[in-house]
């Protein structure tokens, strides 16, 4: 009990005496009731601006319509997919000294029923056929290295005795020639990886220069792998939203992994409870704030009236890989004038929002801006690949209006209907499912035992419940009334009253 609660025992005579059974004393005397405990915290979901996506949008609502899922999480995580795609062959540079790199963070938020995993398939479909190609090129490519590094062996034996013959005969030692030397074994292009310890991780970049995505179903199990296997894991991934190099330098490595772009975009669903647990409820270290979170409410599910033209998105998602690797300078698209202006001006106001906001919405609108110009890139690249003509140069005006929609208008509000549900402490989650027990019970009075195990609630554990009745005492929902069977000794039954006024009683 609190220090206010406490007081208030005190002021109020017998709130927590135990209350008699016999009716002969006079009713004690309640608090009002605070009835937003049986609200849900979390705002409404903001709705997703599909003009954002252009002639796009047709094709992601008959994706979604086909897996029963909101357009949000398909329409999301064809975002993610095109920004790996993408990579690190293309950095968006709104103004002179500032490039981004077009790496991508998305979380969709759903329960289980939510049909987040419909939603990725969606999404990720074309690219699981892309990689099946991929791995027969390699196939390929493999046979001609084998054939190579076989030769490669046959020339250092013959090297090798020649070098003891010179010993013999006291002459020079020959030249180990080109042929003798085998060259490094072709590295398999890796469009997304789905579990993979940071070591694994830094040697596939390591062969894939313009990074790939992390796809995981079920983010929770990849936030808590970090320091399963080897220290540092959270570091390293904190470090692949930036795209910068990154050497690994293990004691059991032969030589150090080099990766020129730790760029891996990041893909994948998350149920809120386990959101809780598994980030929301850990140090406050940037990881929350590095992704767009995605919160719709779950859609009624119907037969798709119509069928999605998913040779459309496959031919989208193999314009994007084939883009070429280009010099620096050409690489990095730099805003047109207009966009900088309104960027410029954007940023001002992003600004004044986080200073005049705390906690975790704050670390992520600190790094709104940076993710706000990443998008603007992904919108200006995805249009070309869905559209035609030539590549674009620059990042137009139009993306950027596009993705400073999406960002005020979209994934703001998601993100603070994320932090405000899924970040509630424990015991306020347990006291609200008490709460709404009651009400739909009509309850006068309730025993915590009784409660505790009633499968409709679900508590870690009995301190679990005595923690929520704390909490509703607290709030004036209970008065603790404990009693026993008759006059037998023992210990009294955890009972509570239930306070009139829950059920539209008057307030006494």
Not at 182 to 202: F, G, H, I, N
Not at 269 to 287: E, F
Request: charged share 25%; hydrophobic share 40%; glycine share 8%.
């Amino acid at each position: 009990m609190n220090a206010t609660a406490i007081q208030a025992s005190y002021e109020d005579a017998r709130p927590f005496a135990p209350v008699p059974l016999n009716g002969n004393d006079s009713p004690p005397v309640w608090g009002v009731p605070d009835m937003a405990i049986v609200r849900a915290n979390r705002m409404p979901p903001a709705p997703f601006p599909g003009e954002t996506m252009g002639t796009l949008w047709p094709l992601m609502k008959d994706l979604a319509e086909g897996a029963g899922a909101p357009v949000d999480y398909v329409a999301t995580s064809i975002l993610a997919v095109a920004a790996s795609l993408i990579g690190g062959k293309r950095w968006v540079k709104p103004w002179d000294g500032w490039v981004e790199p077009c790496i991508f963070w998305n979380a969709i938020v759903g329960s289980p029923s939510s049909a987040k995993s419909p939603a990725l398939d969606a999404a990720i479909l074309p690219l699981r056929q892309m990689d099946v190609d991929i791995a027969e090129r390699h196939k390929a490519a493999l046979m001609s290295y084998a054939a190579v590094a076989e030769r490669a062996s046959a020339e250092s034996k013959l090297w090798q005795e020649k070098v003891k013959q010179a010993a013999k005969d006291g002459v020079a030692t020959p030249c180990k020639p080109d042929g003798a030397e085998a060259p490094d074994a072709p590295q398999r292009k890796r469009l997304y990886v789905q579990d993979s310890t940071p070591e694994e991780m830094a040697a596939i970049l390591s062969g894939n220069p313009s990074g790939t995505l992390h796809l995981r179903d079920e983010l929770a199990g990849w936030i808590e792998s970090f320091e399963r296997y080897t220290a540092g894991g959270r570091p390293f991934w904190l470090e692949a939203y930036g795209g910068r190099q990154f050497v690994v330098d293990r004691k059991g490595l032969p030589k150090p992994i080099v990766v020129p772009f730790n760029g891996v975009s990041v893909l994948g669903g998350i149920q809120p409870d386990k959101l809780r647990d598994a980030l929301l409820n850990s140090s406050d270290d940037g990881l929350a704030a590095r992704f767009m979170w995605v919160w719709p409410d779950p859609i009624e599910y119907r037969r798709p009236k119509s069928v999605a033209d998913r040779a459309k998105l496959d031919e989208i998602y193999r314009r994007l890989e084939r883009l070429s690797w280009i010099s620096e300078d050409a690489r990095d698209l730099p805003f047109s004038t207009q966009a900088a202006a309104i960027f410029e001006e954007w940023i001002k106001t992003n600004t004044k929002d986080t200073d005049e906001t705390v906690g975790l919405y704050a670390a992520l609108l600190g790094k709104m801006r940076g993710r706000a110009a990443r998008l603007a890139l992904i919108l200006e690249m995805l249009t070309w690949a869905a559209d035609g003509g030539p590549e674009p140069s620059r990042v137009s005006e139009q993306s950027l209006a596009r993705s400073l929609l999406l960002v005020d208008d979209y994934f703001k509000p998601h993100a603070r209907r994320t932090f405000g549900d899924a970040a509630l402490p424990q015991v306020d989650k347990d006291a609200r499912a008490v709460a709404r027990m009651i009400v739909k019970d009509g309850s006068q009075r309730i025993n915590a035992r009784e409660v505790y195990t009633d499968p409709r609630i679900h508590f870690g554990d009995a301190a679990s419940m005595d923690a929520a009745a704390e909490l509703l005492i607290d709030i004036n929902w209970l008065r603790a009334a404990p009693s026993r069977a008759g006059s037998t000794p023992g210990r009294a039954k955890k009972d509570y009253l239930v306070n009139p006024a829950v059920h539209g009683g008057a307030h006494v």
